[in-house]
């Protein structure tokens, strides 16, 4: 089969870090643009992020920078996650890759005006771009294959109570992805909790010995302190590569087509969203929900990506 064309919309964070790599670095995917989102750290942050992961990944494409707030004009860096840089922990080289002149929502219109074949877009940020584009380019949704996004949650929070931090950062722009009418897949903290670091991952990276493990290494290690401080998870979930991992092998997760919409105006519950698992609403299924993760699938397929990463250099 033909490799898979996406494009990867992020907010590098250190599980964006690791879904570039998974995204680039495996055969039945081809890779060919990275934009960026406000959202584990600011615009500026973020875009610097991914130009350093691209490099120590060893990457020639395009990278866009996105949207530096929110539809209505909220920012917010989750600093207690991901650190000052939203990248803390491990030194990553110097940017080597130059900045596209192009916005990420026109980067994104290039691409799939250039692409022979349909194109997968990955969200594993806010929704900004990706809801901008639609609204910005309506005549090229038929270009779009199908949206992936890491966001929500079937039941509980991490931002607040019931609101994941990608949807709260954007609720908005999350709607208007809900309402697109394309081909839709929602990675949400029910299955993202299920892709783990555990010490038999971190004893598996360290046998790697090489440049690259070392650094994921120093960045997961950062990762798993601030959850264990924030949640009281010592093992962190590596949300969005799970959002990478289910185009090459569906089988990874196990996923329920239901409606999902997202709360505009709860006071307590605004970004949360609604997954209706038992058709209580009677609404049309607009949505695949990833529930269950196949934990040694995922693993190998991140861990065969870190080696050929470091092979490449």
């Given at each position: ?127 900004t771009n ?12 038929e270009n ?33 992805v809900l ?135």
């Amino acid at each position: 089969m033909k490799p898979i064309p996406l494009i990867l919309d992020c907010d590098p964070g250190h599980d964006d870090a690791l879904a570039i790599i998974l995204a680039a670095h495996n055969p039945a995917l081809r890779l060919i643009g990275i934009t960026t989102v406000s959202g584990n750290g600011g615009i500026k942050k973020v875009t610097l992020n991914a130009r350093r992961v691209a490099t120590l990944a060893n990457l020639n494409l395009p990278i866009a920078e996105g949207s530096g707030k929110s539809i209505l004009g909220a920012v917010e860096e989750a600093t207690d996650i991901h650190g000052e840089s939203a990248l803390d922990g491990a030194e990553l080289p110097e940017a080597k890759i130059e900045l596209s002149e192009l916005h990420a929502v026109d980067l994104i219109a290039k691409l799939l005006k250039e692409s022979t074949e349909k194109v997968t877009i990955v969200a594993t940020g806010p929704l900004t771009n990706v809801a901008l584009f639609l609204k910005m380019y309506p005549q090229l949704k038929e270009n779009v294959r199908e949206i992936v996004f890491m966001g929500g949650s079937a039941t509980r929070g991490n931002r607040t109570p019931y609101a994941e931090f990608n949807i709260w950062m954007d609720p908005e722009a999350a709607d208007v992805v809900l309402r697109s009418g394309l081909p839709l897949t929602m990675c949400g903290l029910d299955v993202t909790h299920q892709a783990l670091v555990t010490p038999e991952i971190f004893a598996r990276l360290e046998k790697m010995g090489t440049q690259v493990s070392r650094t994921i290494i120093g960045l997961l290690k950062f990762f798993a302190k601030t959850y264990d401080e924030v949640f009281e998870i010592p093992d962190p979930p590596l949300h969005d590569p799970v959002a990478v991992a289910l185009l090459i092998d569906r089988s990874v997760v196990r996923t329920k087509k239901v409606n999902v919409q997202v709360e505009l105006i709860g006071s307590l519950t605004r970004g949360a969203t609604v997954v209706d698992l038992h058709n209580r609403l009677g609404e049309q299924a607009n949505c695949e929900v990833a529930l269950e993760l196949d934990f040694e699938l995922f693993w190998k397929m991140m861990l065969e990506a870190i080696e050929k990463s470091a092979a490449t250099k």
